[in-house]
């Protein structure tokens, strides 16, 4: 753990406040306020922030359809998502984008994206923007980040794009969350390589790193390396495997009947990243239970601020039809 107090601080106030966004809308989808598809990342916290915490205001990422912790990690506004989520006039996205379609491009999150796959070319061409801009005054690339699924992985578009950003080079990790599940369906039976996900990008020709994801230090480390071999101008691109966990449905409403008796008590008992956060760091002498528990509180009541300034804000108007259809060139 190469972290003072202050960057372990910040680490754990955004994995917790992942957590608790997510907890939060699972319980308010049941009242049928929020219209559209949600998928919820709880469990997977530690890969977003491990990857995030290292990125610049320059970098970018892409995101998937279970976007809202790439969004979160990458500095998005807590009660900007919800209203957007909510479907208000005054989201990130005007209400438009919903939870599979989040954006916002001064804070370098480039979209969550409702296509499978869809991602990965959009970062590999930004990623060719990054690196025509050139190196920073320390000879650093900007990176993109494009994060898929064990899904993903299957698409003609993540192998066409990881081919095209080896042979430009482009400053692009590939981030694979292999959560073990493509919607309902084992990666056991749909992945064709031995369940690794990591080979099928070294086949391409790029370097490959693999580490747990359920484990926010071992993620953390493992991008330090990753991002310090892609930010080198000339070395191209390189693809990240996390093994991590899915604590609820591939959406909501989900009845999970391909999980097996007892499986999502057991990854929470077993492969939560909060509580091998908590132990890590609290054994090491680091950080105390009673200085993560106000961090606990202060989530908590941002989370429920957010809820209902959702709840209050306006909706959008037939007179909004019409706009933000088409940017103006």
Sequence with gaps: MQMNREALTRAYRQIKLIREFEERLHEEIQTGEIAGFTHLYCGQEAVAV????????????????????????KGCDVTGMMKEIWGSQEGLCNGKG????????????????????????????????????GPD????????ITFSGDGACNQGTTFEAMNL???????????????????????????????????????FGMKVWRADGTDFFAVHDCMRDVLEYVRAPGNGPAAVEFDTERFFGHF??????????????????TRDCI???????????????ADLDVIDTETLDLIESAVQASRAAPRPTPANVLENVYINY
């Design 50 to 73: 491990g990857v995030c915490e290292h990125l610049t205001p320059r970098d970018k990422i892409v995101s998937t359809h279970r976007g809202h912790g790439h969004c979160l990690a």
């Design 98 to 133: 919903g939870s599979m379609h989040i954006a916002d491009i001064e804070k370098g999150m480039l979209g969550a994206n409702g296509i499978v796959g869809a991602g990965s070319p959009i970062g590999v061409g930004a990623g060719l923007a990054l690196k025509i801009d």
């Design 137 to 144: 005054s320390e000879g650093k690339l900007g990176v993109s």
């Design 165 to 203: 950003a080896v042979v430009t080079k482009a400053p692009v990790v590939f981030v694979f969350e292999n959560n073990h599940y493509s919607e309902h369906t084992g990666n056991s039976y749909a992945v064709g390589t031995s369940n690794d996900i990591a080979s099928r990008a070294e086949a």
């Design 252 to 269: 909501e409403g989900d009845p999970q009947r391909y999980r097996g008796p007892g499986e999502i008590d057991r990854l929470r008992a």
């Design 275 to 289: 509580r091998k956060f908590r132990e890590n760091v609290t054994t090491a002498g680091l950080l105390s239970d």
